[in-house]
């Protein structure tokens, strides 16, 4: 099993910059060095969806069109972190923020594809 536990999230201004972090623990190795991770969010009343996807091996990253040039996954592989550098951000990427991580795909952009989940940071961007 491996757990995913976020921080970073808090409330910010429209423009401002935020961090969030996801330390990975318990059998990391299950999920391989070339396994899949990436951030998600979920904004209510509506689906959760990928911000950021690539793998603990350095896979080019992926970012879909509503983040890309504003969202940065970077990972730390010796202390089992990933980041998630967030600029110039907007009231709409208001939404509570998730790690993920996969043991089945080295790539993947679609939550269904991952297998382990952290609890949630959330993020609130006012205008």
């Known amino acids: 099993q491996v757990q995913l536990v976020e921080s970073g999230g808090g409330l910010v201004q429209a423009g401002d910059s935020l961090v969030l972090s996801c330390v990975a623990s318990?059998?990391?190795?299950?999920?391989?060095?070339?396994?899949?991770v990436g951030w998600f969010r979920q904004a209510p009343g509506k689906e959760r969806e990928v911000v950021a996807a690539t793998s603990w091996g350095g896979s080019t990253p992926y970012y879909p069109t509503s983040v890309k040039g504003r969202f940065t996954v970077t990972r730390d592989n010796a202390k089992n972190t990933l980041h998630l550098q967030m600029n110039s951000l907007k009231p709409e990427d208001t939404a509570v923020y998730y790690c993920?991580?996969?043991?089945?795909?080295?790539?993947?952009?679609?939550?269904?594809?991952?297998?382990?989940w952290g609890q949630g940071t959330q993020v609130t961007v006012s205008s």
């Open positions: 318990g059998r990391t190795g299950s999920t391989g060095n070339d396994n899949a």
């Open positions: 993920a991580a996969s043991r089945r795909y080295s790539y993947a952009t679609d939550s269904r594809n991952y297998d382990y």
